[in-house]
C-alpha cells in the first residue's frame, strides 16, 4: 500500500479512517461500545473525510462490546448514508458474528462481505467505486 503514504490516518472515537488514493476508505475499527452518540460523531467524520460523498470501506475489524438495539439500529441506517459497500476484514467467525449482530438476519441497507484477506475485500471493493 505503499501509494497511500501521504495520506494522513484521522482519528475518531470508535475508528481510525484512512482515505486511499483511489477513494476507498480505510477504518481501523477500535474496542469501543458504540452509542448512538459516538456513531453520530462518526458518520459526521467520515462525511468531513469524504466530502460528503458516498465510497466503499474496507474495515478491519475488532472485537468490540455489543451495542444496545437501538444503536444497531441507528448504525444500519446510517450506512447507506456514508457508504456504497463495505469490506469486513477480521479473523475468521467475527465479520459473521457482527453481521448477525447488526442485521440480525434482514438484509444489509448495502452491499456486505467479509474477508480474511484485505487485497481480496480491496478487489471487491472496487467495482463500487
Known amino acids: 500500500m505503499g501509494e497511500d503514504r501521504d495520506n494522513q490516518l484521522i482519528e475518531g472515537e470508535i475508528a481510525d479512517y484512512l482515505l486511499t488514493d483511489t477513494g476507498i476508505l480505510i477504518s481501523y475499527s477500535k474496542s469501543v461500545l458504540r452509542t448512538v452518540e459516538n456513531i453520530s460523531a462518526n458518520v459526521a467524520l467520515v462525511k468531513k473525510i469524504t466530502g460528503n460523498k458516498k465510497v466503499p470501506v474496507l474495515i478491519y475489524l475488532k472485537n468490540s462490546p455489543v451495542p444496545d438495539k437501538e444503536t444497531r439500529?441507528?448504525?444500519?441506517?446510517?450506512?447507506?448514508?456514508?457508504?456504497?459497500a463495505m469490506a469486513m476484514v477480521?479473523?475468521?467467525?467475527?465479520?459473521?458474528?457482527i453481521m448477525r449482530i447488526?442485521?440480525?438476519f434482514q438484509n444489509p441497507p448495502i452491499p456486505i462481505k467479509s474477508f480474511t484477506d484485505d487485497k481480496k475485500a480491496m478487489e471487491w471493493l472496487t467495482?463500487?467505486?
Open 90 to 97: 477480521s479473523k475468521p467467525g467475527l465479520a459473521q458474528f
Open 73 to 84: 439500529k441507528f448504525s444500519t441506517g446510517q450506512l447507506p448514508q456514508i457508504y456504497t
Open 102 to 104: 447488526l442485521f440480525n
Open 127 to 129: 467495482q463500487f467505486l
